[in-house]
């Protein structure tokens, strides 16, 4: 299972933002699908999951457990990308 709860990155010292607020929750077997014009946030919401970039705001849940007390290297190697 994957929760964000309204995940943000920005960038520029805070005035762009590349993900505003994001929530979702993908349970586990489901298929999800991010789909979206180029530009509109789908990598970094993607590298947000596995920690290549940290988010701005927000918190972030896999199969329960807070992404960010895990190392960023033994979260990828557990997840992949």
């Known amino acids: 299972m994957i929760r ?3 995940i943000s990155k920005t960038f520029d010292e ?9 929530s979702l929750e993908v349970a586990r077997g489901e298929t999800f699908v991010l789909l979206g014009s180029s530009g509109c946030g789908k990598t970094t919401t993607l590298k947000m999951l596995n920690r290549l970039l940290e988010p701005s705001s927000g918190r972030i849940w896999i199969n329960g457990h807070d992404i960010r007390k895990d190392d960023p290297v033994e979260l990828r190697r557990s997840i992949g990308y």
């Open 14 to 22: 805070g005035t762009t933002f590349a993900v505003h607020e994001l």
């Open 4 to 6: 964000m709860e309204n």
